[in-house]
């Protein structure tokens, strides 16, 4: 969407909307970096505990 209106403001020469595919991009990158983190802390949450010896395994308690 960013660079079809990039290329549309420069084919008809219409100024105002020079910030859109900046802003377009903007949010784009932001929920890119927004869904890798929710990724990454929920791929780190689900990795298997280690038990050592001696200790139970902690249980759930609904």
């Known amino acids: 969407y ?5 290329r549309m403001r420069a084919a008809i020469d219409l100024e105002p909307l020079a910030w859109l595919p900046k802003a377009t991009l ?3 990158v932001a929920a890119w970096i927004a869904a890798f983190v929710g990724l990454l802390i929920q791929g780190l ?3 298997p505990r280690v038990r050592r010896e001696g200790r139970a395994a902690p249980t759930a308690e609904l």
């Open 45 to 47: 949450n689900r990795r």
């Open 26 to 28: 903007a949010v784009a």
């Open 2 to 6: 960013g660079a079809a209106t990039y």
